[in-house]
């Protein structure tokens, strides 16, 4: 089955322990994205990567790192996770060509104290 | 600067009761506008992209429309699975992949 999958699904945290939230994509796809969604802010983009070792920085990229060795993985990094991170963190894949129509996976919910 | 702006934040429709969604936009120069829907709990679905004033894209009861100032999603004798949260989205020239989203219109059906 073609899907985005991210881990952990859930976790809550503490002030400054690092954490890395995966995303893995089995379609192959060249593109992926990382976005954060909050209550009347919308969905936000953090980072992005057209493809191997070639990252960008997205809207919100502030307390975040991503790396792309690989071309179905695209990992999340919160060195030090602040209150402020406290979210709904999307992935999200797609075809080089078309790759405005992404493919997001199930989300992480990410709470820290 | 580029900004998505979604218009009703809510929409309550009874079932067949046709309506509009509007996604107003700013940007310096519009490469795409996207079109999303988001059921609670799970990730945004991808339903159309629009690239130029004046085209349309239709699925089942959805249509969407642009110009040079907007799009529109149509929404033709609503059922209650069409009860989501849409969203809107664009992508302007030269910004490679980079993606400035609406906070949504969320859309309820009842029966």
């Known amino acids: 089955e073609a899907q985005v999958t991210q881990n952990p699904r859930y976790l809550i945290t503490v002030t400054g322990k690092k954490l890395t939230v995966t995303c893995s994509q089995n379609m192959n796809h060249e593109y992926m994205s990382w976005y954060r969604q909050d209550p009347g802010l919308g969905l936000r983009q953090i980072y992005y990567s057209m493809n191997v070792e070639v990252t960008d920085k997205g809207d919100v990229p502030e307390g975040y790192k991503v790396s792309r060795k690989e071309k179905r993985n695209f990992p999340l990094i919160l060195e030090s996770p602040s209150p402020n991170q406290t979210s709904l963190y999307f992935c999200?894949?797609?075809?080089?060509?078309?790759?405005?129509?992404?493919?997001f996976g199930p989300g992480t919910r990410l709470t820290v104290l | 600067e580029d900004q998505v702006t979604q218009s009703p934040e809510a929409l309550r429709l009874q079932e067949g009761e046709s309506s509009s969604l509007n996604c107003s936009y700013t940007?310096?120069?519009?490469?795409?506008l996207f079109w999303y829907r988001q059921d609670p709990g799970k990730g945004p679905e991808f339903l159309f992209t629009?690239?130029?004033a004046g085209e349309e894209k239709e699925k089942e009861r959805l249509k969407a429309t642009l110009t040079k100032k907007e799009s529109f999603l149509h929404i033709t004798a609503p059922k209650p699975e069409d009860s989501a949260t849409y969203l809107c989205?664009?992508?302007?020239?030269?910004?490679?992949?980079?993606?400035?989203f609406g906070k949504g219109t969320k859309l309820s059906v009842k029966p």
């Open positions: 629009l690239y130029s």
């Open positions: 999200a894949s797609s075809p080089r060509d078309t790759y405005n129509e992404q493919f």
């Open positions: 989205a664009v992508q302007a020239w030269g910004s490679q992949g980079n993606l400035i």
């Open positions: 940007v310096s120069g519009l490469r795409g």
